[in-house]
């Protein structure tokens, strides 16, 4: 049996003995019928109430809320199925597509953040995505494998997903946004500040994400107690991840830069990686429940009234 079956019918038990307990007091009092429509009256006014609460304030019974949802990933993908709709990705990063910008918006997605944030929370679940299919763990490879086109090469922490960029779809007949990156196979690049020098503070990048590096480039401007120097690169490739913003602390030997190594001996190609917006339905079960509570509420009030209506009808017909 099922935890999802158990649940239910505990709930299904908790609630019958506490409703048949308040049941039968209160036909020893009423008599069975008029005990049965006042509980129902009583137990639909409270359930109508609750809901209505849990539908205006988000809490209670809720459904799955907005969130960003991959579904396609391999070498050289053109499209990407998903809700019943086949969304054309063949031409990013061309016309079309937008890299995220801090204010910007692409449509009217009713809440949506800047087109920044919405790539910021979209990337975890590219991450997430890629690296469930190149996992050595049975279970997460097969999570993903209905969204996998193709082959995919790369190593598991060897990759980083990067060029993310946007725009906007139908999904599930609402506006929404979908997301591309390219995930291709890296390296970290640690800072090396000069002999004796500990850390820094980072001044800028001299490079910017997406351009080229090669070894031995500077990369990099930091301020030391002895002045400012420029750190050059370990390795070549394509600027694929810059983690640090100016005025940050900079460490002899830590990570500053992430290098896409796509193309170079040995090196598995890299691969596409889409995922789509999903607006969710977090009101939805609360408004199901208040509408059966007022269905509920207001058929037990009538059969109340109705039973009323009988009762002095009867009493009326009694001979004085």
């Not at 809700?83 to 809440?111: I, M, R």
């Not at 199901?288 to 509920?296: C, F, Q, T």
Request: charged share 20%.
């Amino acid at each position: 049996m099922s935890v999802f079956t158990k649940g239910v019918l505990a709930t299904i038990c908790v609630m019958g003995a506490l409703f048949g307990m308040v049941y039968l007091l209160m036909s020893m009092v009423l008599g069975s019928k008029l005990a049965y429509w006042v509980e129902g009256s009583v137990a639909f006014g409270v359930l109508g109430i609750m809901s209505f609460i849990w539908f205006i304030s988000g809490l209670g019974p809720t459904g799955p809320d907005t969130a960003w949802e991959a579904i396609a990933l391999g070498p050289n993908i053109t499209e990407a199925k998903a809700f019943g709709t086949t969304y054309n990705v063949a031409d990013y990063p061309g016309d079309g597509w937008q890299k995220p910008k801090v204010g910007a918006h692409l449509a009217d997605l009713k809440g949506a953040d800047d087109t920044d944030t919405e790539a910021t929370q979209a990337k975890p679940v590219l991450d997430s995505a890629v690296g469930n299919a190149v996992s050595v763990i049975p279970g997460q490879v097969d999570a993903v494998k209905p969204i996998v086109q193709g082959d995919i090469g790369l190593t598991t922490g060897q990759f980083t997903n990067y060029n993310i960029e946007l725009k906007p779809v139908q999904v599930q007949g609402k506006d929404s946004l979908i997301a591309v990156a390219k995930a291709a196979p890296s390296k970290a690049v640690n800072a090396d500040l000069g002999a004796g020098v500990t850390e820094g503070t980072l001044n800028k990048y001299l490079l910017n994400i997406g351009d080229k590096v090669d070894k031995g480039q500077d990369f990099m401007s930091v301020t030391t107690k002895g002045g400012d120097v420029n750190v050059k690169s370990t390795d070549a490739g394509i600027v694929a991840a810059e983690p640090l913003r100016s005025g940050d602390r900079v460490r002899a030997g830590g990570p500053v830069m992430t290098v896409d190594l796509s193309g170079q001996p040995d090196q598995p190609p890299p691969i596409t990686v889409v995922a789509v917006r999903v607006r969710g339905k977090l009101r939805t079960p609360a408004m199901y429940y208040l509408i059966a509570s007022i269905l509920g509420f207001t058929i037990h009030m009538l059969g109340l009234r109705s039973y009323e209506r009988r009762r002095k009808a009867e009493r009326a017909s009694l001979p004085v």
